[in-house]
């Protein structure tokens, strides 16, 4: 039996926060046109509330929809949900689970990423991705006395803060927590924040930036077949009860400078007769022999081995780019995305990619740099609907300023924090100097300075001083006569720009 084949000008593949705001760009832009929107996930994530903080810096609630009322906000919009099995670049078309085929003058691809999991296939390593993996590793905690987590990311420090009642083992390969946002200096401040804290208060300040509407959550199903559906984002556990078995609230033990050696299972472990180790108590004293029987045993790399009831693997991504590859000589960049030109394209004719998916290979500014963000997410799904746009009227479109200065807000351990421009010195070699400012339990404050000018910014707490610090970044202004006044917390440093 032949399938069905519809044709359509514009498709556009996902319905993460890219491919839903790439496809309502072009909805905008084409309202004669009928767009569609292919996704394996059953609800579709659309962008609330969006506030512009400053220049860059923006804010959003994320809200999981029915695709009918994405479709009914924009009619000319069609959603399809079936996933995208095979791609046939030549052909100009994509063909789906359900048995169909679409045919796209221009296709965007926004299929987002995967946990990159250090042991995939093993029941008792678990990945956090969208609802669905959120809710298994919550119903596996209600169980658990006993975890590990592996990653020292977004997803690693988000979770020690807010897990309660059970024991973390948290294994880092590095020498200071969360380094993919903070360098030793925040890393320490925010630790003793974590070691400190009593969850009433914690509970008390919890955040609410995101939003599933209604009591959708329980009726989902499932993403089709092996698809994943749409990463989570802000405060994605808000709604989850993150409580293990136990009556206490935070027992963290970092282990650094290590990685995961193996993963044992109770069986294997008990005829290896290796001495695990018991939950240590206090960090200084000496560590003692675990008597108790865990399901799984993880022997580290400092030799270490730990009981437990199951492990978290927040080790990155993997972008979502197996669907496509089949036929299709993608060029993919070191870190597997597809990649992406200053207008979205990847190598293959008429096929753009924005979101998770891609990697940009375009000279970026000098303090802009790609990190998988739902911010980036948005604001890569928009310029490349614009992009498509203007290919199609046979014309190209300049870099949307979002792309000038790498700009992140988000809140760490119930810290309000921004990062700025190349806000870790990356890639700025020894040449570059930090200015730092730090109230213990209020307001870290530190910025990158190269040649006089400023480069990137870390605020952690109430500062107010990231507009002013976003200009500065921007003007490129030479700084070098204000010295140590840049963060003397008695001057007002907005007038003296003003
Ligand atoms: C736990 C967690 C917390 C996070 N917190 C933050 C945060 O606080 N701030 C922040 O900025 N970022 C955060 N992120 C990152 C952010 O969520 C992602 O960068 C962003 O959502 C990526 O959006 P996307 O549209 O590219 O991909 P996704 O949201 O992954 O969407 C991909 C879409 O493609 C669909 N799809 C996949 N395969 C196929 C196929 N074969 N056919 C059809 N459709 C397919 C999926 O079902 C889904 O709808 C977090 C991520 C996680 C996992
Ligand atoms: N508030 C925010 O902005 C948040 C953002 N996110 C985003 O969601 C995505 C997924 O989050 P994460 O999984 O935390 O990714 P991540 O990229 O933030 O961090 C991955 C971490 O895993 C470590 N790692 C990698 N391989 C490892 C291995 N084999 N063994 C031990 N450690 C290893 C890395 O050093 C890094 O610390 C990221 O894009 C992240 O930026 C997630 C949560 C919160």
Same mark, same amino acid.
């Given at each position: 039996m032949e399938a069905a084949r519809s044709v359509g000008t514009f498709v556009v593949v996902g319905g993460g926060i890219a491919g839903v705001t790439c496809a309502e760009q072009l909805a905008v832009n084409f309202p004669e046109e009928d767009i569609l929107l292919v996704t394996a996930s059953p609800v579709i994530k659309a962008v609330t509330n969006?506030?512009?903080?400053?220049?860059v810096l923006e804010e959003f609630e994320v809200e999981e929809q029915p695709s009918t009322v994405l479709e009914n906000r924009f009619p000319n919009i069609k959603v399809i949900e079936s996933g995208v099995k095979q791609l046939k670049s030549e052909e100009h078309c994509i063909y789906t689970e359900d048995g169909h085929q679409h045919v796209y003058k221009k296709l965007c691809l926004c299929a987002g990423a995967k946990p990159k999991l250090i042991?995939?296939?093993?029941?008792?390593v678990l990945g956090i991705r969208d609802t669905d993996s959120a809710q298994e590793f919550q119903k596996q905690l209600t169980k658990a006395k006993r975890i590990m987590i592996v990653g020292n990311g977004g997803i690693a420090l988000e979770l020690v803060y807010e897990i309660e009642g059970c024991e973390v083992i948290w294994a880092i390969?590095?020498?200071?927590?969360g380094n993919t946002f903070f360098d030793a200096g925040a890393a320490e401040f925010l630790t003793s924040k974590l070691m400190s804290e009593k969850s009433e208060a914690k509970i008390a300040h919890r955040r609410t930036i995101y939003t599933v509407e209604g009591a959708k959550r329980e009726n989902r199903t499932k993403a089709k077949a092996d698809n994943v559906g749409s990463a989570l984002g802000p405060?994605?556990?808000?709604?989850?009860?993150?409580?293990?078995?136990?009556?206490?609230s935070h027992n963290i033990h970092i282990e650094t400078r290590c990685e995961v050696k193996k993963i044992y299972l109770q069986e294997e472990f008990r005829i290896m007769k290796k001495k695990p180790l018991a939950f240590?108590?206090?960090?200084?004293k000496s560590v003692t022999v675990d008597k108790e029987m865990w399901p799984v045993y993880v022997e580290l790399t400092n030799g270490k081995i730990y009981g437990c009831d199951f492990l978290v693997s927040a080790t990155g991504v993997t972008p979502n780019v197996y669907p496509f590859l089949l036929g299709n000589n993608f060029d993919l960049g070191e870190d597997g995305g597809l990649k992406v030109d200053d207008q979205m394209?990847?190598? &293959?004719? $008429?096929i753009y990619a924005a979101g998770d998916i891609c990697t940009a290979c375009w000279q970026?500014?000098?303090?802009w740099q790609q990190m998988r963000l739902w911010t980036q997410a948005r604001q890569m799904g928009w310029y490349a609907a614009k992009c498509m746009a203007a290919a199609s009227l046979g014309h190209s479109i300049d870099m949307d300023?979002?792309?000038?200065l790498f700009a992140h807000i988000t809140k760490f351990f119930n810290y309000k924090v921004v990062l700025l421009g190349k806000y870790n010195a990356q890639?700025?070699?020894?040449?570059h100097e930090l200015m730092l400012r730090c109230t213990k339990g209020q307001e870290y404050v530190k910025v990158v300075m190269q040649n006089g000018r400023m480069m990137g910014a870390v605020l952690i707490g109430e500062t107010d001083l990231e507009e002013t610090f976003e200009n500065l970044i921007l003007n490129q202004?030479?700084?070098?006569?204000y010295g140590e006044d &840049?963060? $003397?917390?008695?001057?007002d440093i907005e007038d003296y720009f003003d």
């Amino acid at each position: 039996m032949e399938a069905a084949r519809s044709v359509g000008t514009f498709v556009v593949v996902g319905g993460g926060i890219a491919g839903v705001t790439c496809a309502e760009q072009l909805a905008v832009n084409f309202p004669e046109e009928d767009i569609l929107l292919v996704t394996a996930s059953p609800v579709i994530k659309a962008v609330t509330n969006f506030k512009q903080v400053s220049k860059v810096l923006e804010e959003f609630e994320v809200e999981e929809q029915p695709s009918t009322v994405l479709e009914n906000r924009f009619p000319n919009i069609k959603v399809i949900e079936s996933g995208v099995k095979q791609l046939k670049s030549e052909e100009h078309c994509i063909y789906t689970e359900d048995g169909h085929q679409h045919v796209y003058k221009k296709l965007c691809l926004c299929a987002g990423a995967k946990p990159k999991l250090i042991c995939e296939g093993n029941p008792y390593v678990l990945g956090i991705r969208d609802t669905d993996s959120a809710q298994e590793f919550q119903k596996q905690l209600t169980k658990a006395k006993r975890i590990m987590i592996v990653g020292n990311g977004g997803i690693a420090l988000e979770l020690v803060y807010e897990i309660e009642g059970c024991e973390v083992i948290w294994a880092i390969k590095d020498k200071a927590i969360g380094n993919t946002f903070f360098d030793a200096g925040a890393a320490e401040f925010l630790t003793s924040k974590l070691m400190s804290e009593k969850s009433e208060a914690k509970i008390a300040h919890r955040r609410t930036i995101y939003t599933v509407e209604g009591a959708k959550r329980e009726n989902r199903t499932k993403a089709k077949a092996d698809n994943v559906g749409s990463a989570l984002g802000p405060d994605w556990h808000g709604g989850l009860d993150l409580k293990g078995t136990e009556e206490f609230s935070h027992n963290i033990h970092i282990e650094t400078r290590c990685e995961v050696k193996k993963i044992y299972l109770q069986e294997e472990f008990r005829i290896m007769k290796k001495k695990p180790l018991a939950f240590p108590k206090d960090q200084h004293k000496s560590v003692t022999v675990d008597k108790e029987m865990w399901p799984v045993y993880v022997e580290l790399t400092n030799g270490k081995i730990y009981g437990c009831d199951f492990l978290v693997s927040a080790t990155g991504v993997t972008p979502n780019v197996y669907p496509f590859l089949l036929g299709n000589n993608f060029d993919l960049g070191e870190d597997g995305g597809l990649k992406v030109d200053d207008q979205m394209r990847t190598s &293959l004719p $008429d096929i753009y990619a924005a979101g998770d998916i891609c990697t940009a290979c375009w000279q970026p500014s000098p303090v802009w740099q790609q990190m998988r963000l739902w911010t980036q997410a948005r604001q890569m799904g928009w310029y490349a609907a614009k992009c498509m746009a203007a290919a199609s009227l046979g014309h190209s479109i300049d870099m949307d300023f979002s792309f000038e200065l790498f700009a992140h807000i988000t809140k760490f351990f119930n810290y309000k924090v921004v990062l700025l421009g190349k806000y870790n010195a990356q890639g700025l070699g020894s040449d570059h100097e930090l200015m730092l400012r730090c109230t213990k339990g209020q307001e870290y404050v530190k910025v990158v300075m190269q040649n006089g000018r400023m480069m990137g910014a870390v605020l952690i707490g109430e500062t107010d001083l990231e507009e002013t610090f976003e200009n500065l970044i921007l003007n490129q202004m030479d700084l070098s006569s204000y010295g140590e006044d &840049l963060l $003397d917390p008695n001057i007002d440093i907005e007038d003296y720009f003003d």
